[in-house]
Nanobody, 129 residues
């Protein structure tokens, strides 16, 4: 069993930055593909970014309000932690952000929430205009 705990959310002005962290319990973090998702009020949860277990594969949402170019996902397997660096934040980025993980023997990343087994409790990101 793996527990994921997010931190780093908060209130920031538009154009500002935040870094979210997600720390996993257990000893097998390096065997997990990880992802970040978010859910805004009244909307479904959506994919934000994902990273492979070996830190070599990353991908970002390609939606209209794309985070690509503004957000960076990374991980430190020695610290059992995955990060989401968020820059140039916009009011539409405001949401509860969740990290998710799944064990894998591949070096793939996963963009569908159905692929993930473990979820954190979420951390609120509020962006004021």
């Amino acid at each position: 069993q793996v527990q994921l705990v997010e931190s780093g959310g908060g209130l920031v002005q538009a154009g500002g930055s935040l870094r979210l962290s997600c720390t996993a319990s257990g000893r097998s973090f390096s065997g997990y593909a990880m992802g970040w998702f978010r859910q805004a009020p009244g909307k479904e949860r959506e994919f934000v970014a994902a990273i492979s277990r070996n830190n070599r594969g990353v991908t970002y949402a390609e939606s209209a309000d794309s985070v690509k170019g503004r957000f960076t996902i990374s991980r430190d397997n020695a610290k059992n932690t995955v990060y989401l660096e968020m820059n140039s934040l916009k009011p539409e980025d405001m949401a509860v952000y969740y990290c998710a993980g799944r064990p894998t023997t591949t070096n793939l990343y996963y963009t569908s929430e159905k692929e993930y087994i473990y979820w954190g409790q979420g951390t609120q990101v509020t962006v004021s205009s």
